[in-house]
Nanobody, 118 residues
């Protein structure tokens, strides 16, 4: 079974930075999409950024220009560099993996808490 484990969350002040990591174990689809989603208290889970195995990236409007998603396919890792953090970025951040041809939401990690507060 494929498993995803997130790390790197924590408490930062507005304007600060964090780097989230997601490690995948098990067999990974050759053509896949890995991404980051977040869920704030009382809100639905929303897309933050995705990256395909072919290198195509996508970002939510709210994070574009501040966050950067990257991959290391040989190590089965995906990262999210978060800069210029805002209080509204506070949420649990989840790593996701799915086949590029899948119509399902795929596999989820347990999440890592990011809190932006002064």
């Amino acid at each position: 079974q494929v498993q995803l484990v997130e790390s790197g969350g924590g408490l930062v002040q507005p304007g600060g930075s964090l780097r989230l990591s997601c490690a995948a174990s098990g067999s990974i689809f050759r053509v896949n999409v890995m991404g980051w989603y977040r869920q704030a208290p009382g809100s639905q889970r929303e897309l933050v950024a995705t990256s395909t195995s072919g290198g195509v990236t996508n970002y939510a409007d709210s994070v574009r220009g501040r966050f950067t998603i990257s991959r290391d396919n040989s190590r089965k890792m995906v990262y999210l560099q978060m800069n210029s953090l805002k209080p509204e970025d506070t949420a649990v951040y989840y790593c996701n993996l799915r086949s590029a041809s899948s119509i399902t939401t795929g596999i989820w990690g347990q999440g890592t808490q990011v809190t932006v507060s002064s």
